[in-house]
């Protein structure tokens, strides 16, 4: 089992839908990640969260939700979203939030919004 | 200026040659340095880390570190068809920061 499982993998939805993507890590990490990857740009930090708080919030537009019910869990809720919300979610976790903290990635969910 | 600068590349070596990977950053005060590679449709994975001035050495993959200069590389050697992917040099600060990454290609 990888370390940071992310579901689903692909996902369409239509701009008045709801959904929520998940991300589970089993690697003892006190701190998860959602990262927003588009074609040709860096990746994007959205919410970082330490022991099931929120500690960073990248100016993301509210059709985005974070949620980190416990350290091992950290779901993205989706809203309204746009067209140009298509990309690639990619959940991370890392031993502490900052520091000498290597992240691990989960295989990202595939975002497409019609 | 951006936070962390890399060159898109594409960036071509022929198999057992030497790729160097370069990546600058703005924040003297950061203290950690990652190099990560992405396949093409796949997540990022973790192939380097460095804290410390100098060179660090991990089988084919050596990552170097001039924080005077606010840079870092990272040198493949002997390189072959599978390295071919983008490689993203990431700075930590309270999460880390990518850069755009730089797409490499090893010719056969």
């Known amino acids: 089992e990888t370390g940071v499982t992310q579901t689903p993998r692909h996902l369409v939805m239509g701009m008045t839908n ?3 993507l998940k991300c589970e890590q089993h690697l003892g990490h006190n701190a998860m990640y959602w990262y927003k990857q588009s074609a040709k740009k860096p990746l994007e930090l959205m919410f970082v969260y330490s022991l099931e708080e929120r500690v960073e919030n990248n100016s993301v ?3 985005f939700s974070p949620e980190c019910p416990n350290s091992s869990h950290l779901f993205l809720h989706l809203h309204t979203l746009q067209p140009e919300d298509s990309a690639l979610y990619l959940c991370a976790s890392s031993p502490e939030p900052q520091g000498k903290a290597e992240a691990f990635f989960g295989q990202g969910t595939r975002l497409t919004v019609v | 200026q951006k936070e962390v600068e890399q060159n ?3 960036l071509s070596v022929p198999e057992g040659a030497i790729a160097s990977l370069n990546c600058t950053y703005s924040d003297r005060g950061s203290q950690s340095f990652f190099w990560y590679r992405q396949y093409s449709g796949k997540s990022p994975e973790l192939i380097m880390s460095i804290y410390s001035n100098g060179d660090k050495e991990d089988g084919r993959f050596t990552a170097q570190l001039n924080k005077a200069s606010q840079y870092v590389s990272l040198l493949i050697r002997d390189s072959q068809p ?8 990431a700075v930590d600060r309270r999460a880390l920061t990518f850069g755009s990454g730089t797409r490499l290609q090893v010719q056969p």
């Open chain 2, 82 to 89: 599978s390295d071919s992917a983008t490689y993203l040099c």
């Open chain 2, 8 to 10: 898109s590349g594409p």
């Open chain 1, 61 to 63: 537009p509210s059709r």
């Open chain 1, 18 to 20: 709801k959904k929520s």
